[in-house]
């Protein structure tokens, strides 16, 4: 009877595992097909592979400008978003004050409000300062959408931190500088990796603020993708195989991560 | 002039003021234990001489050097936290390191000190391991151990010994004690267990409410305590305190003039058991524990006022049986009615 219960619990999970993962699945085939067998009804599973697209796609936009602008902005962001949280998540997990929840429930909030309705302002800003298509802008801008996300991951993690072990510190003589790089930083390397990670990826992955802020000079691989579904139609083989060329790097970089993303995105959850 | 000295130390939590302008002076090399019952501000009071809370009021004086707003780093004192606080990453060497350091020694001084504490404390075999791989006994060592090499100019310990099974904590107090006579260090503890205040300080203060209301040394405590808490705070089973009207006639004879709604302490080793009319109070046994080289009983006077009485040799009284209290009159402590000394036992004096 366990036995059954076993298999059918298995076969479900690799079930939903399989639903999930059809689309990137459908992606990566379809990168690989011509132009005529994408949108053949009914949809082909065997044929034979090209790479076709890959070169249209090279030839016809630099992927290589992108995938860089990609990787300055989120590492860029990443960097700058850790050294603005990393002492503010600090002095809220150490320092409490009786506003301290209100004000990480204040910082998440600013999450809850739609992209979209601070566009203008964030828009006209840019103009005026000359933001616009600049990986600055864009690296700014995806700081700041991640910092409640990374402030409220490193304070979850700092928390953990007995506050005895910083006051021991202190009475051992170790000033502000010397309690983090000796004692926050090495108790908190998980943490902060894991959040450094997370960012990174949600910065890779980011397209709302990257399609409308920058186009050919700063804009990273989210602007490559959408470049295919283009007013001339869609070229869904190129567009997939644009796509897979976008994501390939953070989903190499995923796996090989796979262990600390998991625990980042599930902070607080389990004590 | 003293070693460490406090004035008038205020320290406020919001409206809440938790420490109520205290005065001390330590002479150097003395062992003070701060006692108390939890929440009398013993904590927060070593944690201001420490400078893990700032002081909101007062002075504190360290060897000549006002040091009232210095930060933790620069007060040359060392902690012992109950908790032990361990650098979890760190090996027990690494630990103990790690103060001298920070403060740029010379590597070769380092390892001779560490290794001089390590053997003191009977950890060398220990010195590579981390916290993790050892007992609680060895983390308290290694804590100790770390404030240790650092031949601070006070050792402050903060109840050091909870955390420690009951065998383990009477070994490790007599141990810091032996280490404070060899050391000679000035020491501040604290504690809420009174034996280990009796045992191990020169000098013991009892707080109450973030206010001192007594210092003195441990016997001196237990024969002269200034007012009812004291008396009946040190000393185990605590001080009989019964009110001055039970007595009738026979209090007039202690005390003149009685103090209105004040009461008499006796310790318990100074109520026996006797037959009926030799004593001052009749009362019935409630239960007696037999602890083998004394007995306690527990009995009740008509008034409802529970007495203890200890003695040293076999009771033969049981739960229910109607005795005579009979109280050592050169042992009485009078108290007024509100709660201060107005006679301590003549006894003492002998």
């Not at chain 1, 990796?193 to 910065?203: D, I, Q, W």
């Not at chain 2, 060897?63 to 902690?79: C, E, F, N, Q, W």
């Not at chain 2, 260090?185 to 109450?208: K, P």
Request: charged share 20%; hydrophobic share 45%.
């Amino acid at each position: 009877m366990d036995k059954t219960l076993l298999w059918v619990r298995t076969g479900a999970a690799w079930l939903v595992a399989l639903l999930i993962f059809f689309p990137i699945l459908w992606l990566g085939m379809t990168a690989f097909k011509t132009e005529l067998q994408a949108i053949s009804v009914p949809p082909k599973f065997f044929f034979t592979p090209t790479l076709e697209n890959f070169i249209e796609v090279q030839s016809r936009s630099d992927y290589l400008l992108y995938a860089k602008n990609s990787l300055i902005t989120s590492v860029a962001s990443t960097l700058l978003g850790l050294l603005i949280a990393a002492p503010a998540a600090y002095s809220m997990a150490f320092f409490q004050t009786r506003r301290t929840k209100d004000l990480l429930v204040w910082m998440l909030s600013t999450k809850m409000m739609p992209a979209v309705g601070v566009l203008i302002p964030v828009y006209v800003v840019y103009q005026q300062f000359q933001l616009l298509d600049t990986r600055l802008g864009l690296t700014i801008i995806f700081t700041m959408s991640n910092l409640p996300i990374m402030v409220w991951m490193l304070y979850s993690y700092f928390k953990d931190i007995p506050r005895e072990i910083l006051e021991a510190a202190r009475m051992d003589g170790a000033t502000l500088y010397d309690e983090f790089r000796h004692v926050i930083l090495p108790l908190g390397i998980g943490g902060l990796a894991s959040t450094a990670l997370l960012c990174l990826v949600l910065s890779w992955n980011e397209s709302f603020w990257s399609l409308n802020l920058s186009s050919a000079k700063a804009g990273t691989l989210a602007t490559l993708i959408a470049s295919y579904s283009s007013p001339e139609g869609l070229f869904w083989a190129k567009l997939s195989a644009a796509s897979l060329m976008a994501i390939a790097p953070i989903i190499v970089f995923g796996w090989f991560c796979q262990k600390q993303l998991v625990q980042g995105l599930t902070f607080g959850a389990v004590k | 002039m003293s070693f460490l000295q406090l004035k008038n130390i205020e320290k406020f939590f919001g409206d809440h003021r938790a420490i109520k302008g205290v005065d001390l002076s330590i002479e150097k090399g003395e062992f003070i234990v701060f006692v108390g019952p939890s929440g009398c501000g013993k904590s927060t009071l070593l944690r201001l001489i420490a400078g893990l809370e700032t002081i909101d009021g007062g002075n504190l004086l360290l060897d000549g050097k006002d040091i009232t707003h210095a930060p933790s780093s620069k007060r040359d004192l060392a902690m012992v936290f109950q908790s032990y606080a361990l650098y979890p990453h760190m090996t027990v060497a690494e630990n103990m390191s790690f103060a001298l350091k920070l403060a740029g020694e010379d590597k070769k001084v380092i390892k001779e000190k560490v290794e001089h504490a390590a053997e003191i404390l009977n950890l060398t075999r220990y010195l590579e391991r981390t916290p993790k791989a050892l007992s609680g006994g060895q983390r308290q060592r290694v804590a100790i151990g770390r404030a240790i090499v650092r031949a601070p100019k006070v050792f402050l310990f903060d109840e050091p010994l909870s955390n420690l099974d009951a065998a383990l904590r009477v070994q490790t107090r007599v141990e810091i004690a032996k280490l404070h006579r060899e050391l000679g260090a000035t020491t501040i503890y604290v504690t809420h267990d009174q034996v280990e205040a009796m045992t191990m300080a020169d000098r013991v203060v009892v707080l109450r409410d973030g206010a001192i209301e007594q210092v003195g040394r441990p016997l001196e405590l237990y024969d002269r305590p200034q007012n009812r808490f004291v008396a009946q705070f040190i000393g185990m089973p605590q001080m009989n305190m019964l009110p001055i009207g039970e007595f009738g006639s026979y209090a007039e004879s202690l005390v003149r003039p009685l103090p209105v709604g004040g009461h008499i302490g006796v310790r318990p080793e100074h109520v026996t058991i006797t037959n009926a009319g030799e004593g001052q109070l009749l009362a019935t046994v409630d239960f007696v524990e037999s602890l083998g080289a004394e007995s306690l009983v527990y009995a009740t006077t008509p008034h409802g006022v529970q007495v203890v009485s200890k003695q040293s040799v076999r009771s033969s009284v049981r739960a229910g049986d109607t005795v005579s209290l009979k109280f050592e009159q050169d042992w009485l402590h009078v108290f007024d009615a509100d709660g201060q000394v107005v006679s301590n036992a003549k006894g003492v004096a002998k």
